[in-house]
């Protein structure tokens, strides 16, 4: 599913909400111009970039209708899953199949019978990893005239 997201090398969790949907805002991570080197316990990793918020940062909400489930996941602690099957690699991505799916049918098969089918939505950021199984696409809406909340806290990542 290719969107505005796509168009940027990274992206941070601001918000996630739900009221009478789920609400997702992102934060743009800009690549700093000078690297720097990184030490990860004896090894060191040279020339790598940090990503940032800053105030050029542009904010993006993922909108999720009709949503039957969802689960964040701290992106350290997640691996590959070779029988998925997702539309593609982009940062919000749709999974044809997967075990969250499966789950999600197998305890909670009721939203079939009252709402019907639904599908599993898969946005990645820089530090989370955010599954939704939701009966309607995301509305992917850019956000301006609005800066980042946390522009100024020096929250940064390496790539």
């Known amino acids: 599913m290719r969107t505005v997201l796509d168009e940027a090398k ?4 601001e918000t996630l909400a739900y ?9 743009e991570g800009i690549r700093r111009d000078t690297p720097t080197d990184i030490q990860i316990g004896s090894h060191v990793i040279k020339g790598a970039y940090a990503l940032e918020r800053s105030s050029e940062s542009r904010r993006v909400a993922v ?9 964040v996941v701290d992106e350290s602690f997640t691996s590959a899953d070779t029988s998925e099957v997702r539309d593609d690699e982009g940062f919000l991505a749709t999974l044809t199949r997967s075990a969250y799916l499966q789950y999600v049918e197998a305890h909670h098969g009721w939203f079939r019978d009252v709402v019907g089918p639904a599908a599993h939505y898969r946005l990645w950021t820089e530090n989370e990893v955010i599954d939704v199984v939701a009966h309607d696409e995301p509305v992917v809406e850019s ?12 929250t940064s990542s390496r790539s």
């Open 143 to 154: 956000l301006v005239d609005t800066p980042p909340a946390d522009a100024a806290d020096g």
């Open 63 to 71: 909108h999720f209708p009709r949503t039957v489930a969802w689960q």
């Open 10 to 13: 990274s992206w941070f969790l």
């Open 19 to 27: 009221t009478d949907k789920l609400r997702v805002v992102v934060v």
